[in-house]
């Protein structure tokens, strides 16, 4: 039943959506969309085990085949994506157990919340364009609605920006869509492979491309299409942040890797060339933006921008280490940046403030909390032997090996000047006193709240060190992934049916 | 709106509406139609009802919440892709049992799994744009 392994990942998420909201207005909602993302992790886990016996699964919905129907396919990159997304799912579950009120509950948060975590699945499993832009669209609004939960006058400017910028980047890549359609008359990713390849007006691929490139750009958040990260992700609840900073821009980037490898591969001299310049402002906007930030979030959404530019240049430099080292990287930074937010969650109920002029303290008062963030921030700066460090040593390698030292320069000191940021946030938030004359001590927050929102910020620092200690299997994963990107026989096969 | 027309006329056709709309979801599989346009010609019915009579009536003429209507929708919607497990096919296969015959052309009627996602989309889409339009219409 190859199939149903494939459909569980979206299907569970949906169901606890509707489940959760039927039970909004009782206590019982935060539990069921507990169970339900422990449900989606087994899962993923369980499709995780089939495409490692397998290499690519793929199942085709309602039992139309390739390439009319809709194609689901999971190779390598795919499987660790839905992993990982139920990984980040069932963490931030746990952490809104203490974090969201039971008025966002009766507004019907967890009901958006799955229902996010459903789109994102779809669109890392998904093996057809029209599709991939369905799941972007079960993403915008589950997001959007998510964004103004609770409906403040920050809330909402930040939602307008949001949803505003979000659908330009939809219709830019529907239109895209509409073009690609009318020269090769598929839409399946595996078919298209070929379609693209023989198509004859070459020009006029280079244009979709671009609008691809465009299109997923606005929601990877490269320079110069970043605007509404920083806009926005400073203003939902902690939790929902930390999704948004994990994953969402996570999807753009995957789409970017997954379209830039399969299909658009014709004109790599010129698309890839603009990435590469692309992810290098990208690193460097990012950096210099955080360090004009004073707000924890604020700093932290700048240096998710940063950090996408080492995603998508993994991605751009297309040899094989630099995808191997792009596919970690994402996985990384996942864990990574949605811990940040969790403790940036934390430190605000304890010290009362994100505004780092605000609050202090926290190492004196809370020392737990203290090393449980210098984990995943000195990830995040490349610090070995966390799991950053392995992540930035493959691309700035990948980058000398093609003697671009400009890159492999721009790379490392942008790393740099993440360590920069984050002593910025680690002297003002914990060394330095409390400007009030508060103790920011844990028992501030009731253990009822305090323990579920530590829990998983423990669990995703403990990732980060066995990654970080334990490399081996990580990167011989992310191996395989590069080499199946780069070579998408296996893939192509399996969805268009020459291969069981 | 204060209109005694309207709100006479709009009886009418809030009711001739809602059966064309429950027209549309039934034709659908075979025929152009479907729960998705049969969703949005139902609740355009709804919202000539609150343009008539004010949108707290509508709310009551509806009986449930807009936004629950939307969730029950997914489920169904979801639990007729779930159908074709039992019969172990992959996800979403339409699952066919006719009555006096064995094919669209012979048979007198079907029961079909089709028809229970086209009516799960039809509350899916009929409950969503509701929830938007009595927002709107409560706002000002």
């Known amino acids: 039943m190859m199939s149903w392994l494939l459909v569980m990942p979206i299907a569970i998420p949906f169901a606890t959506a509707v489940v959760a909201y039927l039970m909004r207005m009782s206590d019982a909602g935060r539990w069921i969309s507990l169970a339900g993302s422990a449900l989606s992790l087994l899962a993923s886990a369980a499709l995780m085990v089939a495409v490692l016996e397998r290499g690519v699964v ?38 809104a157990l203490g974090e969201i009120p039971a008025r966002l509950e009766k507004l019907g948060y967890h009901a958006l919340f799955q229902t996010l975590i459903a789109g994102v699945t779809g669109a890392f499993m998904t093996g057809d364009v029209f599709n991939l832009y369905v799941w972007f669209e079960v993403m915008l609004i589950s997001s959007f609605g998510l964004l103004v939960l609770g409906g403040s006058r920050e809330q909402l400017d930040a939602g307008i920006k949001y949803v505003a910028l979000n659908l330009v980047s939809t219709l830019v890549f529907l239109s895209g869509i509409g073009l690609l359609y009318g020269v090769t008359g598929t839409l399946n990713m595996a078919d298209l492979r070929d379609a693209v390849a023989n198509a004859e007006n070459q020009g006029l691929i280079t244009v979709i491309a671009m609008m691809f490139m465009v299109g997923f750009g606005v929601k990877a958040a490269v320079f110069p299409l970043f605007f509404w990260l920083p806009a926005s992700y400073h203003t939902p609840s902690f939790a929902v942040s930390a999704v948004f900073a994990g994953l969402l821009t996570k999807v753009g980037v995957y789409a970017l890797m997954r379209m830039f490898t399969l299909v658009f591969v014709g004109d790599i001299g010129f698309t890839h060339e603009i990435l590469i310049w692309v992810s ?37 430099l297309y040899t094989p280490l630099a995808l191997m080292g792009g596919v970690f990287y994402l996985v990384h930074h996942i864990i990574v940046k949605a811990n940040l937010f969790l403790v940036a969650g934390v430190a605000n109920k304890l010290a009362g403030h994100t505004d780092l002029n605000r609050i202090g303290g926290l190492y004196k008062s809370s020392p737990l909390l203290a090393a449980l963030f210098v984990i995943p921030a000195f990830s995040l700066a490349g610090f070995p032997p966390l799991s950053g460090f ?3 040593y493959l691309i700035v390698k990948a980058a000398i090996e093609l003697d671009n030292w400009l890159i492999a320069f721009v790379a490392l000191f942008v790393g740099l000047l993440t360590i920069f940021s984050m002593t910025k ?32 910020i423990g669990g995703l620092a403990a990732m980060t060190i066995l990654i970080g200690f334990y490399p081996e299997p990580f990167v011989q994963f992310a191996e395989v992934a590069a080499a199946q990107l780069l070579d998408p026989t296996d893939y192509v096969e399996t969805v268009l049916g020459a291969r069981p | 709106m204060n ?31 479907g729960g998705f346009i049969g969703g949005l010609i139902g609740a355009i019915a709804f919202i000539v009802y609150a343009l008539a009579c004010g949108s707290a009536e509508a709310r009551t003429a509806l009986r449930v919440s807009p936004e629950g209507l939307a969730m029950v929708g997914l489920g169904v919607a979801l639990l007729a892709g779930l159908v074709s497990f039992v019969f172990g096919d992959p996800f979403f296969t339409g699952q066919w049992y006719w009555v006096g015959g064995d094919s669209y052309e012979t048979a007198a009627f079907s029961i079909n799994s089709v028809l229970v996602f086209d009516i799960g989309v039809y509350l899916v889409v009929l409950g969503g744009i509701l929830s938007i339009a009595f927002a709107f219409e409560e706002e000002t």
């Open chain 1, 58 to 95: 793929a199942a085709q919905m309602s039992s139309w085949d390739a390439p009319f129907g809709i194609t689901l396919v999971v190779d390598y990159l795919g499987a660790v994506m839905v992993v990982i997304t139920a990984i980040t799912g069932l963490a931030t579950a746990i952490y």
């Open chain 2, 3 to 33: 209109s005694i027309i309207f709100t006479a006329g709009a009886r009418i056709l809030v009711a001739l509406l809602l059966v064309f709309s429950l027209f549309m979801l039934l034709r659908g599989h075979h025929l152009p139609g």
């Open chain 1, 425 to 456: 946030i680690w002297g003002m938030a914990f060394w330095k006193p409390h400007p009030d004359g508060i103790d920011p001590t844990p028992d501030r927050v009731p253990d009822k709240v305090r323990i579920p929102m530590m829990i998983p």
């Open chain 1, 280 to 316: 290098a402002l990208t690193m460097l906007t990012g950096v210099l933006g955080a360090a004009a930030q004073t707000d924890f979030r604020k700093i932290l959404s700048f240096h998710i921008i940063s950090q996408i530019g080492y995603m998508t240049l993994g991605l751009a």
């Open chain 1, 390 to 392: 392995w992540a930035k």
